[in-house]
């Protein structure tokens, strides 16, 4: 039973908004995906955001949508790739439900992300570069709030989403 929201950290393109719908439907909870309420609450889109706020306009924005989604209902929340990178954020996270870093190479990274041109922090020279340089920065950050971590470069979405719920049931009967 879980009684804790499910949080779904990690690095663009690593599947949080995908496989987090599956998770959700699989364990039966109500989801949310920050970015999208962040850009219902705000009427803008996040590259706009970027545009005329900078990063970290952006990322004041995104904690103030964590706040809210911690106390919300129990769910499933698919959370931004550099939630992580404010302490307060990281704590929420860790007081408020079990984080699950959903990790991926940076190849499948650039290859899942390669098409979407709504990631402000991949429009450069050199994308591939860029996630190498994020995932260096972030991934101590993911790993430092996470309490599972699941590896979904050879996995379909439904196989992750089946993973995480099987590595939640494991994880949370033996509290």
Known sequence: MINRSIFLVGPMGAGKSTIGKLLAAELQLPFADSDKVLEERTGADIPWIFDVEGEAGFRRRESEVLKDLCSGPVQVIATGGGIVLLEENRQQLKKHGLVVYLQASSEQLLERTSKNTNRPLLQVADPRA?????????????????DIVCDTDHCTPKQAALMVAERLARDTSAD
Do not use: G, K, S, W
């Open 130 to 146: 860029r996630i190498i340089e994020l995932l260096e920065e972030r991934d101590p950050l993911y790993r430092e709030v996470a």
